[in-house]
């Protein structure tokens, strides 16, 4: 008798006890889940290794009566989106003030309408912004961008003002150190802040088969 009374008081015990675990598990795994989506969105690109001095090689032909701007693009990556973005507020700020220019990677190998893809035709629909085709990488590697949406400013003097990104996380736009020293740089000559961490896919890495499999962020 005294085995069934025992048996009867623990099981509501029980009842609660397993809620509470699954409660418990369930935290664990959102939490997890929240943990990595926070470190892909704040995981920042490589850094470019940028000429101190305008590069004279390069297919762009530099004005000096106003800042240099150069964004080195993926045209499959997802998270350029934003930093063309950026840009366009940066060119709407900075009218008259901005020479820019998005030069979009076309690895040797690849079909010509590679580069075609919503990141062109976004970046195309920015008034004043100069789109360009960077043949086998040639101007990324002369810039020593590593990360798409790496953005390069160079005075009215051609020297080096700005390296960095202008978003504040991957895929997202928002205030920006990146935006607020290239607005600086433009009306003031200088920024506080001359480079910023860059948030994007690499530029380089294996060569896609064709251009619907190009997945750069996964890499």
Partial sequence: MRHDQTNISSSPARGMLLPAVAVAAWLAVSGAGMWIVLAHEFRQGLAASAPTAWPEKSVIERVKDRVTLVMLAHPHCPCTK???????????????LID?????????????DWTRTENWRKAEAIP???????EKDAEARLFGAKTSGQVIVYDREGRLAFSGGITPSRAHTGDSEGVEAILSIARNGAAARPATAVFGCPLFGPRPARAERSEPCRS
């Fill in 82 to 96: 934003a930093s063309l973005d950026e840009l366009s507020a940066i060119i709407a700020r900075g009218k008259d």
């Fill in 100 to 112: 820019a220019h998005v030069l979009f990677i076309r690895p040797e190998g690849v079909s010509s």
């Fill in 128 to 134: 004043g912004v100069h789109l360009l085709v960077d």
